[in-house]
């Protein structure tokens, strides 16, 4: 018998569905020049710094003297230590190279941390969300509590879960000690908003509490802009007891395709197992050494030339090409911002993100202009409502395509109107 619960899932993943709208399309007009503002992939190469050190882990690996085979299971060294350097202790965070995993990217990270958990624990997730925290705990079985996120409430999730309204015996954080997990991604994707630092306080100071625990996304860290959005969940007081934070270098430094990425496991974070049904005597476990438990089971590693060229990012020189890099694609964010209001769109995001988050017009259905900018502006777009039903009405925007190609989709949505 399988998994039942693969049939929970909605439908076909997003972005499946999304591809094979286009197929469909271009089987009906092979001429037409279709250009992706729609899925969350970098357009420029990796920089100098990066292909220089591929290029030296290349020849290392040719030689018997410096090949390497098998890494160590939470990354090398050379790595972690930058990453405590360069990511925390810059940033005046304390954090320890034991407490980093290196990953192949924070999508399996993101969707495999729920392993280390109880089936009866609730996960919280943002509406709109990035569908790998539902998916994957819908895989599991568990029950999901959606926050929605929604210009009203300007895309800031509350935490209602402690609300009156809610009912004692409905809160999902549950009397009946099932634990609760919250997911958060800022700057998020897909709205492409931001949580301050009092805002994220809110959330860390609810799952101290409440002992509940947070999985904190900071993917797109790297575009923040803005001097009051925090770029680590460890800027906030706290957050070393309650908080994993899952980082990628696809869109910091355009490793989509190389894969790398590192998840910080406090050792201060503490979960409980029972350990005598009979007498409810629980033990606390640290949930640093229960996912290096997981990790040394079922990950062999990151490739040591992804490594190495996650390492360069850090030197001077790397740090100024992925600033540049990032800047490339934040004027497209600009831009679209700009051009987009001045044709009468309402657009959030954009500012400390790579996504803009667009009010379809006249209350279309997400999917309805979605066709439309397909069919007459021949531009992808992603359906906010993929994302959850507070997306419905929305699209999402990427600021990852060329410059030509940005400008060229605007004009041709400006020209269709
Ligand atoms: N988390 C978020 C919020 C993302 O948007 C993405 C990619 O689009 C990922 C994680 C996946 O990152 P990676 O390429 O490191 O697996």
């Not at 895309?155 to 309204?165: G, K, R, Y």
């Not at 809110?202 to 409440?210: C, E, G, M, R, S």
Request: glycine residues 8%.
């Amino acid at each position: 018998m399988i998994n039942d619960c693969f049939f929970k899932l909605s439908g076909a993943y997003l972005f499946s569905e999304i591809a094979q709208k286009v197929k469909a399309y271009k089987a009906e007009a092979p001429r037409a020049d279709i250009i992706s503002l729609g899925i969350g992939d970098v357009t420029q190469p990796l920089c100098p710094a990066v292909i220089e050190a591929l290029h030296k882990a290349t020849d290392e690996m040719a030689v018997a003297a410096s090949f390497r085979g098998y890494g160590p299971e939470r990354g090398y060294d050379f790595l972690r230590d930058a990453i405590v350097e360069h990511d925390f202790r810059a940033r005046g965070i304390d954090i320890d190279a034991d407490e980093v995993f290196v990953s192949d990217g924070a999508k399996s990270d993101t969707g495999n941390f729920q392993e280390l958990l109880s089936k009866d624990v609730r996960i919280a997730v943002t509406d709109p969300v990035y569908p790998v925290y539902v998916d994957s705990n819908v895989m599991a079985g568990r029950e999901i509590v959606y926050l929605p996120c929604t210009a009203e409430n300007g895309f800031v999730p509350q935490a209602p879960l402690l609300s009156p309204q809610v009912g004692k015996n409905t809160s999902p954080l549950g009397e009946d000690g099932r634990g609760l997990v919250i997911y958060l991604c800022y700057p998020n994707n897909p709205t492409g908003t931001t949580l301050t630092r009092d805002q994220l306080k809110v959330w860390v100071d609810y799952a101290l509490q409440n002992n509940a625990l947070i999985f904190y996304d900071a993917a797109y860290e790297a575009y923040i802009q803005s001097e009051d959005v925090p770029q680590s969940i460890y800027e906030i007081p706290g957050a070393k007891q309650c908080a994993m934070e899952f980082h990628s270098y696809s869109k910091t430094a355009g490793f989509t395709g190389i894969r790398c990425g590192y998840t910080v496991v406090p050792k201060g974070v503490k979960s409980e197992r029972m350990k005598s049904e009979k007498s409810g005597l629980l033990e606390t476990i640290s949930l640093n050494s229960l996912w290096n438990r997981r990790q040394s089971t079922k990950f062999n590693g990151t490739s040591y030339l992804s490594q190495r060229a996650a390492e360069a990012i850090y030197t001077p020189e790397g740090k100024t090409q992925v600033k540049a890099t990032i800047a490339y694609y934040m004027e497209n964010a600009r831009l679209m911002r700009e051009v987009l209001t001045d044709m009468g769109f309402t657009v959030y995001g954009g500012v400390d993100a790579p996504y803009l988050w667009v009010r379809t017009p006249n209350d279309m259905k997400s999917w309805e202009f979605f066709d439309w900018m397909l069919r007459s502006a021949h531009v992808v777009c992603t359906p906010g409502v993929g994302f959850g039903s507070a997306g419905e009405g929305y699209v999402r925007l990427t600021a990852f395509g060329t410059h030509e190609n940005t400008k060229e989709a605007l004009r041709r949505v400006n020209d269709k109107l």
